[in-house]
């Protein structure tokens, strides 16, 4: 399992090892042991499953209150996506700011985005699954959401926002500045220092 670093401090990409041969491969996508080793101590209760059927479909930008902010392990099963992380910890040095990468069944990486941040991403191919492990139960009473395209954070999708495909919910999110924020920064991620940048 290899790790890289992002512009957020926290935000981190994992690329676990494949083992290929005459029929494909196989992968430990998911090791709690493999992660605490690289300094992520994360205890992952849920896993979640989404098919997203068109290009340019748009889930986010999502977030779960305290007592039950989740933390989130995201690869994609099938097809390609842009993975959003925005920092919305009060204080934070990087608060408000934002980073995306591309996520791919082909690729296997997966992008842990901790507690304190917005996740969302867009699709780029049809029919893609995403698949994702969360740190905390669904609760739908800590249910939060930020406009996708909130200028104030200025999220480059790839796509014009009137071709965004988004639930209605999405489509009625408030802004960041308008947000009831619950987060405030707590100082910087000890398994992020120092790592190298994804290619
Ligand atoms: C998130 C969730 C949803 N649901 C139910 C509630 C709704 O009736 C239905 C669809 O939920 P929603 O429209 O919120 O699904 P997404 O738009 O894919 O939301 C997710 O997308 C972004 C990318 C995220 O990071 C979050 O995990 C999550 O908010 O599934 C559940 O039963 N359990 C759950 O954990």
Known sequence: MRIFGTALDGVVVF???????????????????????????????????????????VRGLHFQRPPHAQAKLVRVG????????????????????????ELSAEDGRQLLI???FL???????????????????YAPDCDGAVRFDDPGIGVDWGIAPGDAVLSDKDRAAPLLRDLDNPFRYAGPFAYSAGLEALA
Not at 20 to 27: L, M, T, V, W
Not at 30 to 56: E, H, I, M
Not at 78 to 101: E, F, H, N, Q
Request: with cysteine; aromatic share 12%.
């Open 119 to 137: 996740h969302g991403f867009v699709t780029r191919e049809p029919d893609t699954e995403v698949i994702y492990k969360c740190s905390d139960y």
């Open 78 to 101: 099938r097809g390609r996506i842009l993975d959003v992380a925005v920092d919305i910890r009060v204080g934070s040095p990087t608060y408000g700011k934002w980073v995306g990468v």
């Open 114 to 116: 901790p507690a304190g």
């Open 15 to 57: 690329v676990p090892r494949r083992f290929g041969d005459a029929r494909g491969y196989f992968s430990e996508t998911w090791s709690r042991r493999v992660l605490a080793g690289l300094g992520v101590d994360l205890d992952f209760v849920q896993d979640n499953q989404s098919l997203s059927r068109t290009v340019g479909t």
